[in-house]
């Protein structure tokens, strides 16, 4: 199954990860924000796989009107839904990502 990401998945991310590296200067290395963001997204194409099922989103009131799911990998909690082409093919649509430590 394919996995699609939404601009604002990949803007949260970067988001994140500038603050944290203008924050952090002296402790946090860019190495390690590269290395965390690629098990970030090594994590979300875990749900490629069609047996993978998630949670209903919990917290956010907004995923939750929108019928998302949510899947964390790396602290981030990410949203997304199953949808199926017009071939009949499964697919995987990620609309929105949050880091644990701001989802609310």
């Known amino acids: 199954m394919k996995v699609f990401l939404d601009d604002r998945v990949h803007d949260a991310i970067d988001r994140f990860y500038d603050a944290a590296l203008g924050k952090y200067v002296h402790t946090l290395s860019l190495e390690t924000v590269l290395n965390r963001k690629r098990k970030i ?3 979300i194409e875990l749900l490629s796989n069609p047996y993978a099922r998630f949670r209903a989103a919990r917290r956010r009131k907004d995923w939750q009107e ?9 602290g ?8 199926t082409d017009e071939n009949g093919e499964p697919y995987v649509w990620v609309y929105d990502a949050v880091h644990s430590s701001l989802y609310r």
């Open 41 to 43: 997204y090594a994590g």
């Open 66 to 74: 929108k019928g998302y799911y949510e899947f964390t990998s790396e």
């Open 76 to 83: 981030f909690i990410f949203a997304y839904k199953v949808h």
